[in-house]
């Protein structure tokens, strides 16, 4: 997306952003992201910035985890998949009501938690995509990265958040 980003494993999370980035983006993750001790540091960082915060796949269940949510088992989905989103929500400004989008999982979350609306859903999962009341954290059950749809989805991230 022609910004310039820094990679941290979760053992490096800085306590604080101290002004030095306008977004956080989570990715996926092999560690269960249910797991609130192994993303504590993580999690504290997320929920106290100022910045707006962007989950991918496990991202989006870490976020949903750390508003109360809790995830279930599912059957393993890999591969291509159609989702429906809702095209008021300015994340989703540069594509259609139905995305094509790639999935890889087998966690899935059957409701936003308390304060978090789901914005996406599919045939195969009743929450696509979350986003906080406040608007700042959003997340995707999706990999964006490897799609066309996906990638403008990002694209709607990095224009209308930062």
Request: glycine share 12%.
């Amino acid at each position: 997306m022609g910004s310039r980003t820094d990679t941290v494993d979760t053992a490096s999370v800085p306590s604080r952003l101290q002004g030095r980035y306008q977004a956080i983006v989570l990715s996926g993750t092999k560690v269960r992201a249910h797991d609130r001790e192994h993303y504590g540091s993580l999690i504290d960082l997320v929920m106290t910035a100022d910045v707006p915060v962007l989950g991918i796949c496990g991202g989006m269940q870490i976020l949903a985890v750390a508003g109360g949510g809790s995830l279930s088992q599912g059957p393993q989905r890999v591969g291509r998949s159609e989702v429906q989103v809702d095209t008021e929500e300015p994340l989703f400004a540069h594509v259609r009501p139905t995305v094509t989008l790639f999935q890889r999982h087998t966690l899935y979350l059957r409701r936003a938690p308390r304060g978090f609306r789901v914005i996406g859903r599919s045939e195969h999962a009743p929450v696509e995509f979350i986003r906080s009341d406040d608007g700042r954290l959003v997340g995707s059950q999706a990999h964006l990265e490897y799609r066309t749809d996906g990638r403008e989805i990002l694209r709607g991230f990095t224009r209308f958040y930062l």
